[in-house]
């Protein structure tokens, strides 16, 4: 039986009302991955005032910073992932795989009643 | 030990694109509730206009409708969920519970290590 991949779109929302969502996560992972918040956004196609502050809400709303910057080398200054950055990306997306799995069933039966049509995605 | 209630927002995205979210769960509880969408779009501070728009998006989105309208009485027409309409909902919730229980462990350590200062809802 083959496994369905479910697309589920997750969002923990803190006592705070900080939300963890798939935009700022995805965000996290490409500061890692390109080295800076600047990189990270164009790699996206987001701008980077937007950036800027998806991850300066996410730095406020913890006790300690999720994304640091570090001073400019020849390149100009970088961004990195703290240890709870890290920490924070990998409960997101093992949650998130979890709860794609607890989904799958019931997605999949959903999908059986779905009209194949896009373009309604409000 | 007491569990912890966490909030988790949840939106299934089928292939189609059509996202069942939320916002849309809770209008079928109010059109539920108040027996047309006026009243249930008026029962949630939402306008009409948009409350239409989501209950169209739905029923565009599945083979089969999920809300009905029904020919008006003394009152004007009203508004009621089908029976997959009715499933569609307890699908949905239940899911939501169970999610919230997968994700309480994860949220409870993310709360330890938040600001209590709220504002931050980007």
Redesign the interface.
């Known amino acids: 039986m083959l496994a369905i991949m479910?697309?589920?779109?997750?969002?923990?929302?803190?006592?705070?009302?900080?939300?963890?969502?798939p935009g700022k996560v995805t965000l996290l992972e490409s500061v890692r991955a390109n080295g800076s918040i600047s990189a990270a956004a164009c790699a996206m196609g987001m701008d980077y005032k937007r950036a800027w502050?998806?991850v300066d809400?996410l730095n406020?709303?913890?006790?300690?910073p999720v994304v640091e910057r570090s001073a400019g080398g020849t390149g100009g200054g970088g961004a990195s992932l703290t240890a709870?950055g890290e920490e924070?990306l990998g409960?997101y997306r093992?949650?998130e795989a979890?709860?794609e799995e607890?989904?799958a069933d019931?997605?999949g039966?959903?999908?059986h009643?779905?009209?194949?049509?896009?373009?309604?995605?409000?």
Chains 1, 2 share one sequence.
């Open positions: 479910a697309r589920l779109k997750l969002a923990p929302i803190l006592n705070s009302g900080a939300r963890i969502g502050i998806l809400s406020r709303a913890f006790t300690m709870f924070l409960r093992r949650l979890a709860a607890l989904a019931d997605i039966t959903l999908e009643q779905a009209m194949p049509d896009a373009g309604l995605k409000i």
